[in-house]
């Protein structure tokens, strides 16, 4: 086992024979910047921001990183372009001090711009229909470096949500045989999910 994985293992309470996903048994999400952090790990991206309440963990957790914030912010579903409007600006004021680069894209269009290979990690919470998360696997994976981490968010059964269908698809057809969620206790079934690239 590589030596990511194997601190992946020591650090969430991995499991021998749990069945994949292999399940953290210590470890949310916050942990999993934390991890970030104890990594090394300092040019990252975060796919979907929303109001900036995991950036701004990132942030905290990961010390010197360079944040790449992409959202569109634009309407969709029941939010209007005004809502995404004030929600872009309340991400501005939580994440200014951070100095974050704000990508104000579609994943798709930002991915273009971001170099292969650069990124430590991505973490993926864009939409949550099965069309999208694969799509922004796929164009994501590739700008994460050899032995950086591929993560997401929601990793749970809600009707119309197509994040665990994508993940498991993606795995199972890359043959990714070590990929994990995380342990969530306040929301008990939003895990995270990553891999080590």
């Not at 942990?31 to 963990?57: D, K, P, T, W």
Request: aromatic content about 14%.
């Amino acid at each position: 086992m590589d030596p990511v994985n194997r601190a992946i293992w020591n650090r969430f309470h991995i499991k021998y024979n749990d069945t994949l996903p292999y399940k953290a048994w210590q470890g949310d999400r916050i942990a999993l910047a934390q991890f970030f952090g104890e990594m090394g790990f300092r040019e990252g991206a975060e796919v979907g921001v929303e109001n900036g309440r995991y950036s701004a963990h990132l942030c905290r957790n990961i010390k010197g990183l360079h944040l790449r914030c992409i959202d569109p912010w634009t309407a969709f579903g029941r939010h209007s372009d005004a809502d995404m409007e004030r929600t872009y600006q309340n991400a501005r004021a939580r994440l200014l001090r951070f100095g974050v680069q704000f990508i104000r894209k579609p994943s798709l269009e930002a991915a273009r711009d971001i170099p292969d290979g650069s990124l430590d990690f991505v973490y993926i919470d864009g939409l949550h229909d099965f069309d999208s998360v694969i799509q922004d696997i796929i164009a994501w994976v590739p700008k994460v470096k050899r032995g950086g981490i591929v993560s997401g968010h929601d990793y749970v059964p809600i009707y119309q949500y197509g994040v665990i269908q994508a993940v498991d698809t993606y795995t199972r057809i890359h043959n990714i045989f070590l990929w994990y969620i995380t342990h969530e206790t306040l929301t008990p079934q939003a895990h995270s999910w990553f891999w080590v690239k």
